[in-house]
């Protein structure tokens, strides 16, 4: 079966940096999506990856091993306002959306 | 600005009754997709569309049905609503297999 997996809940204080792992197994790879989500709200885009390496968008980085089966997102110079639902979702060889169950960070002042 | 809205916001059915979720895009996207997101899973594809006249079904598209008249829209029907159905619904649009979805407000349904 296809599986994402992500840590359920994660804290982290204002200022500092913190990473969301994600391990997929799916069938077949077409990329992977980061998205947000506050609470009772809808997803938003993040970041794309479908090469390895290391894409960098202001404060928020996303990284990909394909070979590993392997993502992170990596949020720096946290803020209140990232105190959110980061959910990892893969593309499978259907071009269908995998999405893992997300991760709710917390963030502490 | 090109949007995705949802109507209604929130919904509350009794049992056994037909329920149809509105879902309205301006993106001129081709792709639309309809979600369903519980405490403790990921989001879980119901039915989507790749244009009009095509639709097809997702990973829990028992008892729910939608069609495709036009680009812009991609209602979502419950069929006869039952308790496990009480769910908060995401209707999403994209322009092609591998761009971005982006996702209307959604819908909170109860069924009593």
């Known amino acids: 079966g296809q599986n994402i997996d992500q840590p359920t809940e994660m804290t982290a204080t204002e200022g500092a940096i913190v990473q969301i792992n994600c391990t997929y197994q799916?069938?077949?790879?077409?990329?992977l999506f980061w998205y947000q989500q506050h609470a009772g709200e809808a997803p938003t885009f993040l970041s794309y990856n479908v090469l390895d390496g290391l894409e960098e968008k202001g404060r928020f980085s996303s990284f990909l091993s394909r070979s590993k089966g392997y993502s992170y997102l990596l949020l720096k110079e946290l803020q209140m306002k990232d105190s959110a639902s980061y959910l990892c979702a893969v593309l499978d060889s259907n071009y269908q959306l995998i999405w893992g169950a997300g991760t709710k960070l917390i963030i502490k002042p | 600005d090109a949007e995705i809205t949802q109507s209604p916001r929130h919904k509350i059915t009794e049992t056994g009754r037909q329920v149809t979720l509105a879902c309205h895009q301006t993106w001129n996207h081709n792709n639309m997709f309809w979600y369903r997101q519980d405490l403790g899973h990921g989001l879980r594809l119901i039915h989507y569309s790749y244009g009009v006249h095509d639709t097809n079904k997702g990973e829990v598209s028992d008892g729910y049905s939608v069609s495709r008249s036009n680009t812009e829209d991609l209602p979502l029907t419950l069929e006869s609503a039952a308790s496990s159905q009480t769910s908060v619904y995401f209707c999403a649009s994209s322009d092609s297999y591998q761009e971005t979805q982006y996702f209307g407000p959604g819908t909170r349904l109860l069924v009593l």
């Open positions: 799916t069938s077949g790879f077409n990329g």
